[in-house]
T-cell receptor
Framework: KAGVTQTPRYLIKTRGQQVTLSCSPI?????VSWYQQTPGQGLQFLFE???????NKGNFPGRFSGRQFSNSRSEMNVSTLELGDSALYLC????????????????FGQGTRLTVV | AQSVAQPEDQVNVAEGNPLTVKCTYS??????LFWYVQYPNRGLQFLLK??????LVKGSYGFEAEFNKSQTSFHLKKPSALVSDSALYFC???????????FGAGTTVTVRA
């Protein structure tokens, strides 16, 4: 069974640009979450989608947005990039049998390393 | 709000010795608890979880964790550490009413030969 696939693996962007990251979850997983990992802040939750609906959002500015498609694939977008957005962005998918009981583990992709210069 | 604390930034052990990585949590109600491991330039790999039931949970690669509700702890353990266990370990908690994972700061484990 294929794991969570994130593309691209590495990105270098200039301040002020925008970027779109892609995540393909494990087949059958309808929940997709995004996390930002930095040395200073650790792992921080960005947002979670289930069946194309955003159910939860972390404390990030509106420049960070996401969406989920009908096939559960997800994208996140960061507009007007800042140097501080340099990070490893991780996507995770979960099999949620009962949408009201998030008791399953999340499976993570290898991440997209974003460098803003 | 839910939170996780990993009190040790680093843990160093000799190969063959027991390994313990500590984690305490704070959450309203009964928590869902998880341990993940991360190798350099890789994503997180799931090790084990506690949802309900037995307080001792067994997971991948010989790891286990003990849930202690009175101490709000969920320590990760391995009876005999391997050099290949050297990595960054994260404890995470999920509020049953929520969908996000809240992670601890991580503990770097170094197992010396």
């Amino acid at each position: 069974k294929a794991g969570v696939t994130q593309t691209p693996r590495y990105l270098i962007k200039t301040r002020g640009q925008q970027v779109t990251l892609s995540c393909s979850p494990i087949s059958g997983h309808r929940s997709v979450s995004w996390y930002q990992q930095t040395p200073g802040q650790g792992l921080q939750f960005l947002f979670e989608y289930f069946s194309e609906t955003q159910r939860n959002k972390g404390n990030f500015p509106g420049r960070f947005s996401g969406r989920q498609f009908s096939n559960s694939r997800s994208e996140m977008n960061v507009s007007t990039l800042e140097l501080g957005d340099s990070a490893l962005y991780l996507c995770a998918s979960s099999y949620i049998k009962d949408s009201d009981r998030p008791n399953t583990e999340a499976f993570f992709g290898q991440g997209t390393r974003l460098t803003v210069v | 709000a839910q939170s996780v604390a990993q009190p040790e930034d680093q843990v160093n052990v000799a190969e063959g010795n027991p390994l313990t990585v500590k984690c305490t949590y704070s959450v309203s109600g009964n928590p869902y608890l998880f341990w993940y491991v991360q190798y350099p330039n890789r994503g997180l790999q799931f090790l084990l979880k506690y949802i309900t039931g037995d307080n001792l949970v067994k997971g991948s690669y010989g790891f286990e964790a003990e849930f202690n509700k009175s101490q709000t702890s969920f320590h990760l353990k391995k009876p005999s550490a391997l050099v290949s266990d050297s990595a960054l370990y994260f404890c995470a908690v999920r509020d049953p009413r929520d969908y996000k994972l809240s992670f601890g700061a991580g503990t770097t484990v170094t197992v010396r030969a």
